[in-house]
């Protein structure tokens, strides 16, 4: 039972948490990010594709609105 709860604690981080994370994460740095962090903003979005999948549907950034100036 224990082995059973982990694989699904595990399962719960990798599909639903740490994808979170990584789509706030990418929503607060996106404009402002270093080229190393941006190559590593990718691997995050490769890494935990299914999560991003999984949660896709139910997130929607927005990107930032235009100041003009006038």
Do not use: C, D, H
């Not at 982990?6 to 929503?27: C, D, I, R």
């Not at 490769?46 to 100041?67: D, E, M, T, Y």
Request: aromatic share 22%; glycine share 8%.
């Amino acid at each position: 039972m224990t082995i059973a709860l982990l694989y699904l604690a595990l399962a719960g981080a990798y599909l639903l948490v740490m994808p979170l994370v990584t789509l706030f994460y990418l929503k607060l740095r996106w404009y402002s990010a270093t080229s190393f962090e941006r190559g590593f903003m990718y691997f995050l979005v490769f890494f935990f594709f299914p999560g991003l999948i999984v949660l896709g549907p139910f997130v929607n950034f927005r990107p930032r609105k235009r100041q003009i100036e006038g």
